[in-house]
């Protein structure tokens, strides 16, 4: 059974940081896309950072120079490193594992994140 569970998530003021973590099971972690998105209220569910197995990162423009995706192959987690946070990073941040870039793959059960003040 695949397991992707998210934790890190929580609240903080503008300029701030966290850290979302997101561990795998029931998976070949080391060959997989992993991806961290995100959705806000009423918008649809986006891309925010992913890395593929050979450790190549992509990045949304919004989160450039700010976050960091890194992965740790041995423990079968993701990481979402997030600096100088702002209010429209608020929102529920999903992690996802994919052997294709093309497929859907399996997500976790999501980590809210709120940046307010």
């Known amino acids: 059974q695949v397991q992707l569970a998210e934790s890190g998530g929580g609240s903080v003021q503008p300029g701030g940081s966290l850290g979302l973590s997101c561990a795998a099971s029931g998976i070949a972690f080391s060959i997989y896309i992993l991806g961290w998105y995100r959705q806000a209220p009423g918008k649809q569910r986006e891309l925010v950072a992913s890395i593929s197995s050979s450790g190549r990162t992509n990045y949304a423009d919004s989160a450039k120079g700010r976050f960091t995706i890194s992965r740790d192959n041995a423990k079968s987690t993701v990481y979402l490193q997030m600096n100088s946070l702002k209010p429209e990073d608020t929102a529920v941040y999903y992690c996802?594992?994919?052997?294709?870039?093309?497929?859907?793959?399996?997500w976790g059960q999501g980590t809210q994140v709120a940046v307010s003040s």
């Open positions: 996802n594992a994919k052997v294709q870039i093309n497929s859907p793959g399996y």
